[in-house]
């Protein structure tokens, strides 16, 4: 079944700096998500990515959908505290086919 | 606007008694629903989905069920919890017609069977 691979699995980074994180998958995607979970919260949508090669912000956030339809990538600028969670990445096929999420890139922001 | 309800928050149950979890959407119709879990600092599992009333497909087979008595309700039950039930338990819905804008989630239940 399609499967989606997060890089890092884990970050530590000081706070100021800049963070970059990918999502791979051995199929391709029409549809690609980036959700944030925070402690004891559900994932919220941060991005969605519906165009290959589209750069969408929203924010100090980045992501892009990259052009082989097969990865999608996200930019934290300026990291601050309130950035610490699971950075879920999604994808989908076609219209009709559940959301694939992916492992995630848990994130810890040091003061 | 659309809001996703889900309770209790948290849950600490004895392995054996029973569970039902509930959670109801609002201000939309005739959503897609679906539950997941997510063990200790881990990925999302999904285990069930729902595209109508009474219409359930499950993931993973497994000690739970789920129902959707009616359009906007789903719940997550067990007859008899086990040990390994334990777990962060989240439920989330899309819009049937607009299937590209993702899923939606509430704010999870955090079972802990002892």
């Known amino acids: 079944g399609q499967q989606l691979n997060q890089s890092p699995q884990s970050m530590f980074i000081q706070e100021g700096e800049d963070v970059s994180m990918n999502c791979t998958s051995s199929?391709?995607?029409?549809?690609w998500l980036w959700y944030k979970q925070e402690p004891g919260e559900g994932p919220v949508l941060l991005i969605a990515l519906y165009k290959a090669g589209e750069l969408t912000s929203n924010g100090r956030l980045t992501a892009q959908f990259g052009i082989t339809r097969k990865d999608s990538f996200l930019n934290i600028s300026a990291s601050i505290p309130s950035d610490v969670g699971i950075y879920f990445c999604?994808?989908?096929?076609?219209?009709?086919?559940?959301?694939?999420f992916g492992p995630g890139t848990s994130l810890s922001v040091i003061p | 606007s659309q809001t996703i309800h889900q309770w209790p928050a948290t849950l600490v149950q004895p392995v054996g008694s029973p569970l039902s979890l509930e959670c109801t959407v609002e201000?939309?119709?005739?959503?897609?629903l679906y539950w997941y879990r997510q063990a200790a600092g881990r990925g999302l599992q999904l285990l069930f989905y729902?595209?109508?009333?009474?219409?359930i497909s499950s993931e993973v087979p497994q000690n739970l069920s789920a129902s959707r008595p009616q359009d906007r309700q789903f719940i997550l039950s067990s007859k008899k919890l086990l040990l390994s039930d334990s777990g962060f338990y989240l439920c989330a819905w899309s819009d049937h017609d607009r299937l590209n804008y993702g899923y939606t989630f509430g704010s999870g239940t955090r079972l802990t069977v002892v």
């Open positions: 199929s391709i995607f029409n549809t």
């Open positions: 201000g939309t119709s005739n959503p897609n």
């Open positions: 999604a994808g989908r096929g076609t219209s009709y086919d559940k959301v694939i």
């Open positions: 729902s595209v109508g009333i009474g219409q």
